[in-house]
């Protein structure tokens, strides 16, 4: 097979699988083999850039960046849907409807996906264009954020119609939304508000590859396009699935009001159970010679209407705010309500954001305020009953300074929330850090649970993380509920914490914004926490995927005196702040430059580790030879054909002992 083959049967192949995994959640082959897969068709391109393809499934991990989207005009306006509310504004639409057309209607109900509108164009079974909905008539360019998609296929197949556009809805399916979120507050960083704005914000992102982590899908429901040859809509699903998108099953066939009555009746209650989000359901006419006959008017179809399912929402009193203040001296207000049934829960909290959304609706303590449960886990407050209001209520103020320890608080520009500037001294604070230091993917201090630390610092026996290596066994006997054994245990887990390797300390210091993934990103580049105190802020944002917020917390964080001692204070006490000298021993630049493809069976090394190898020592290991290949390292049974392209190429043939020398 030659290398062109190889590619389309790499690309074929890929595509298959990832249709499996994403749009039929069936996938055939491990998530190892795929990335091999995947790993191999990158170097193959890399190698031959003559056989650049737009479509390749290589480019569903972005890196491409779009600083202006193009404005693009739709070729059918995207039109918006009216909105029923109840059931007799159906009947009313059914009776319009039943005077405009002849014959028998059929209608199809779909649910209403909460997520961003998007508009696909693909042109001989290629995805050529993705636009927002923006205004109707013209949208937003995102093609190559929409690319990294991957429920949204790149090439279709079967018998799909030279031209057409395909209308649907990205969303961020509720398990991924509160794995962001999860991994955002770790970093302390505020949460996303919800899945329908986290999505369209995603599609907004200049990084292309930020986007390609995002677990974001795309659900479609409309074909629109010349000479389809499809009739009705029912039909024009199964046409779209069968063509590899991923067209959502709950989709009904009804034959009256009545029906589509028992649909709505039974999704109301269900929809609690699906993946995603939605709000309602979408009742269209089937058939499309009918759906031409009803036409638009200067909004919407004729033909479509939407029921909105009634919000769960309770009303209740909101008796107090309160201010907590987290681990990174971030503010956050609540709401204490009179406890009230929501969505088969008793609710007593709502989250109230920050300062500008208490200002924004107005809340007061001894509100009546209308409460929601979104796709979040704590609700929300949405409204106030402003007729219940007393005559007497005054404007909140919002608190100026921190309930626990009364410093003046601050408020970046550009940013929502107040903080708490007094970092060492604000007990949440400090009790926070340390509870973040101790956790499982920091440090894991096994024998210490995050009461206990609150219990150390009430005591006056630790101010911060480094104190936990001097606590004895005799300091903390004396404290409420602690026994010999869980002394003795304490004091056991934080000694074997000296064994966690670097990038996991830097994680546990709790440098704001620096997650878990940043943290070994920076452990990696910089090596030591001396290098990465160091550095400067233009050193660290020249690392990939450090942004400038990163690198600005960064820089402060090492300013600190405080942060200095502390520093230091780990050191003494033998504390991983730099990489493990062994890993770092088989790290050199000796490669630095030189890519390598390797061939054959080796004896000495398996090739995995012969890859690792050249990895960890600045090469590059490759999968095919090309002009750009600076050895081919040869073992047994190596391919006939390898070793000729080798020697037309005069590529150097090296054995493994020959490689094993070179570093
Ligand atoms: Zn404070």
Request: hydrophobic share 35%; net charge negative; with cysteine.
């Amino acid at each position: 097979m030659d290398t062109q083959q190889k590619i389309q049967t790499l690309r074929e192949e890929l595509r298959q699988h990832n249709y499996n995994y994403y749009v039929l959640d069936k996938p055939e082959i491990d998530d190892f083999t795929f990335d091999q897969k995947l790993k191999e068709l990158q170097a193959l391109e890399q190698a031959h850039p003559e056989y650049f393809d737009a479509n390749s499934p290589s480019l569903r991990v972005g890196g491409q960046i779009t600083k202006n989207f193009n404005t693009v005009k739709h070729e059918t306006r995207m039109y918006s849907l009216d909105n029923s509310y109840s059931l007799e504004d159906l009947e009313d639409w059914e009776k319009r409807i039943k005077k405009m057309v002849d014959g028998e209607v059929e209608y199809v109900c779909e649910l209403k996906y909460d997520g961003a509108s998007i508009s696909l164009t693909y042109e001989k079974g290629e995805l050529i264009r993705a636009v927002t909905r923006g205004d109707g008539v013209q949208g937003d360019d995102v093609t190559n954020n929409i690319k990294t998609i991957r429920t949204v296929p790149l090439k279709l197949k079967g018998d799909f119609p030279e031209k057409f556009d395909i209308r649907g809805e990205i969303v961020l399916p509720l398990a991924g939304f509160a794995a962001m979120n999860a991994e955002r507050v770790e970093a302390g960083e505020e949460p996303y508000s919800n899945p329908r704005n986290t999505a369209s914000g995603s599609l907004k992102l200049q990084d292309s590859a930020e986007v390609a982590k995002r677990p974001l899908e795309c659900l479609l429901y409309s074909i629109v396009g010349e000479n389809l040859n499809i009739k009705s809509q029912f039909e024009s699903l199964e046409k779209a699935r069968s063509w590899g998108f991923k067209v959502p099953e709950v989709a009904k066939l009804t034959a009256s009001t009545d029906e589509t009555f028992k649909f709505l009746d039974y999704w109301d209650v269900h929809r609690h159970e699906l993946p995603y989000e939605t709000d309602g359901v979408v009742i269209k006419v089937n058939n499309f010679q009918q759906q031409e006959e009803l036409g638009f008017t200067a909004k919407a179809p004729r033909w479509a209407m939407a029921y909105k399912f009634k919000t769960e929402q309770a009303e209740t009193v909101l008796e107090k705010i309160t201010y907590q203040v987290g681990r990174t001296g971030a503010i956050t207000p609540v709401a204490n309500l009179n406890a009230v049934q929501l969505a088969g829960t008793i609710v007593k909290r709502a989250s109230l954001h920050n300062a500008d959304q208490i200002e924004k609706l107005d809340i007061r303590e001894g509100d009546t305020v209308y409460v929601e449960k979104g796709g979040e886990i704590i609700p929300k407050i949405v409204g106030v009953d402003f007729e219940k209001r007393s005559s007497d209520s005054t404007p909140t103020q919002y608190i100026t300074s921190c309930p626990e320890c009364d410093t003046t608080l601050v408020r970046q520009p550009g940013e929502a929330q107040h903080y708490c500037p007094n970092a060492s001294g604000c007990p949440p604070q400090i009790i926070g850090r340390i509870q973040h230091y101790i956790s499982r993917k920091a440090l894991d201090i096994e024998g210490l649970g995050g009461e206990t630390v609150a219990l150390l610092v009430n005591n006056g026996l630790i101010k911060n993380y480094a104190d936990l290596y001097d606590l004895r066994k005799e300091d903390i006997l004396p404290l409420d509920r602690m026994a010999e054994k869980s002394a003795v245990n304490l004091v056991k887990g934080v000694e074997s914490s000296k064994n966690i390797p670097f990038e996991r300390v830097l994680f546990g210091l709790g440098i704001r914004f620096v997650g878990e993934t940043v943290a070994r990103k920076l452990a990696k580049q910089f090596k030591s926490i001396e290098v990465l105190a160091q550095a400067t802020f233009d050193e660290l944002i020249a690392v990939d995927e450090i942004g400038e917020r990163i690198a600005q917390s960064v820089v402060e964080f090492f300013a600190s005196e405080e942060n200095k001692v502390l520093i230091d204070k780990l050191k003494n006490h033998g504390i991983q702040l730099e990489l493990d000298a062994a890993v770092l021993e088989n790290q050199t630049e000796k490669l630095k430059g030189s890519i390598f493809v390797i061939s054959g069976v080796f004896t000495q090394v398996s090739r995995t580790e012969l890859k690792k190898m050249i990895e960890d020592n600045g090469g590059k290991a490759s999968g095919s030879i090309s002009s750009k290949t600076n050895y081919l390292v040869a073992g047994e049974n190596m391919g006939p054909s390898k070793r000729e392209k080798a020697e037309k190429l005069n590529v150097p043939i090296i054995t493994e002992s020959e490689f094993l020398a070179m570093i």
